[in-house]
T-cell receptor, first 115, second 115 residues
Framework: DQQVKQNSPSLSVQEGRISILNCDYT??????FLWYKKYPAEGPTFLIS?????DKNEDGRFTVFLNKSAKHLSLHIVPSQPGDSAVYFC??????????????FGQGTILTVHP | DVKVTQSSRYLVKRTGEKVFLECVQD?????MFWYRQDPGLGLRLIYF???????EKGDIPEGYSVSREKKERFSLILESASTNQTSMYLC??????????????FGPGTRLTVT
């Protein structure tokens, strides 16, 4: 039962254009969402997050949008750069005494930005 | 800067061998996690620990065990390695005092091949 889904295995974008990565979730108890970026042979690194009390969070070129009614979030990268080429993972968590900060990850989307 | 280190970057083991993967974090984090990453499946949680000597099963604990004797160290043990345990293994840690950020910090990963 995949509670967090990234339905696009890959995305190819031209440098300077917008990249939009999508993520859907099924568990309505999730209240915090994160995006991680992973280069080959390295561990994932945190990129940006959003709480369920917000619908948008921005950090430089990166913006995350949350649509709770649709259980959908997206990551926008503008403008895209070749160095953004990586695997992007969406992750979700729920508050609660026994969650211990557990994250549920999606399958990942491989982003390729062409010069 | 949070640092999570893993004992090996690459490991090759034979079927039936007992395998130890070590993870050390230097930020006094309460929570530590072991994931495996496989193409098309994303990151799947094997086990996690929220305190010394405390452990909880994740989504795919079968064939694995863990040990946390000291706060900074979390070990993953493959009791009898099998070829279907060939994967990238990622360790992560997070703090209980980080509020609601849920951010996890990852090590560089261990690429394990079981032949």
């Amino acid at each position: 039962d995949q509670q967090v889904k990234q339905n696009s295995p890959s995305l190819s974008v031209q440098e300077g254009r917008i990249s939009i990565l999508n993520c859907d979730y099924t568990n309505s108890m999730f209240d915090y969402f994160l995006w991680y970026k992973k280069y080959p042979a390295e561990g994932p690194t945190f990129l940006i997050s959003i709480s369920s009390i917000k619908d948008k969070n921005e950090d430089g070129r990166f913006t995350v949008f949350l649509n709770k009614s649709a259980k959908h979030l997206s990551l926008h990268i503008v403008p895209s750069q070749p160095g953004d080429s990586a695997v992007y993972f969406c992750a979700a968590s729920s508050a609660g005494g026994t969650s211990y900060g557990k994250l549920t990850f999606g399958q990942g989307t491989i982003l390729t930005v062409h010069p | 800067d949070v640092k999570v280190t893993q004992s090996s970057r690459y490991l090759v083991k034979r079927t039936g061998e007992k395998v130890f993967l070590e993870c050390v974090q230097d930020m006094d984090h309460e929570n530590m996690f072991w994931y495996r990453q496989d193409p098309g499946l994303g990151l799947r949680l094997i086990y996690f620990s929220y305190d010394v000597k405390m452990k909880e099963k994740g989504d795919i604990p079968e064939g694995y065990s863990v040990s946390r004797e000291k706060k900074e160290r979390f070990s993953l043990i493959l009791e009898s390695a099998s070829t279907n345990q060939t994967s990238m293994y990622l360790c992560a840690s997070s703090s209980d005092t980080s509020g609601s950020s849920y951010e996890q910090y990852f090590g560089p990963g261990t690429r394990l091949t079981v032949t």
